[in-house]
């Protein structure tokens, strides 16, 4: 007679191989990724003007434009 236990230890092993596995999420995409950045800023800003004043945010500005690409 077959063994119980080995049994359902095949059928188990079985059943999680028989289901197809879930899709990875992507990565985020550049724009994602910028605008995400942008949020934070956004929302640190006001921070820095408040406790430092507009002198903080000097060394923080970049001395030529960049060529960066805006949120949507």
Known sequence: M???LPLLMIAG???GCAGSP????????P??????QAD???Q????VNKRS?????EKY????PSKERGCP
């Open 31 to 36: 724009e994602e990724s910028g605008c995400y």
């Open 61 to 64: 500005e970049t001395p030529q």
């Open 44 to 47: 640190s800003v006001p921070l």
């Open 2 to 4: 077959v063994k119980v």
């Open 22 to 29: 879930e899709p990875s999420p992507e990565a985020a995409t």
């Open 53 to 57: 004043g507009p002198e903080a945010l």
């Open 13 to 15: 092993f079985l059943a």
């Open 40 to 42: 934070w800023q956004a």
